[in-house]
């Protein structure tokens, strides 16, 4: 089993910045993908971006310039920073962890964290 634990989400003004991060714990493979989703109020889950265990990274188009993804491996963490924040952005920001054993999928998802971009 794995944990993921968010934490970062808040208040911003339209055009802040916040810095999302997502621990992980528990049964960790040595390669995997972490990615974050979002989802606001009425709207279906998206994803926002993934990173791969080799740095690899994609972007929503929404995001594209204005977030980074970025991960620390050797702490099983993962971040988003985000940029020139929108009204838009506002939502609940999900991290997600993927991995694969013997042909088995194993995906986690955190409890997530709550972004508001509102002035």
């Known amino acids: 089993q794995v944990q993921l634990v968010e934490?970062?989400?808040?208040?911003v003004q339209p055009g802040g910045s916040l810095r999302l991060s997502c621990a992980a714990s528990g049964n960790i493979f040595s390669i995997y993908t972490?990615?974050?989703y979002r989802q606001a109020p009425g709207k279906q889950?998206?994803?926002?971006?993934?990173?791969?265990?080799?740095g690899?990274?994609?972007?929503?188009?929404a995001v594209k310039g204005r977030f980074t993804i970025s991960r620390d491996n050797a702490?099983?963490?993962m971040y988003l920073q985000m940029?020139?924040?929108k009204p838009e952005d506002?939502?609940?920001y999900y991290c997600n962890l993927d991995q694969t054993s013997w042909g088995t999928r194993y995906n986690y998802w955190g409890q997530g964290t709550q972004v508001?971009?509102?002035s």
């Open 90 to 92: 506002t939502a609940v």
């Open 56 to 61: 690899s990274t994609n972007y929503a188009v």
């Open 116 to 118: 508001t971009v509102s």
């Open 7 to 11: 934490s970062g989400g808040g208040l």
């Open 75 to 77: 702490k099983n963490t």
């Open 45 to 54: 889950r998206e994803l926002v971006a993934v990173i791969t265990s080799g």
């Open 34 to 36: 972490m990615g974050w």
């Open 83 to 85: 940029n020139s924040l």
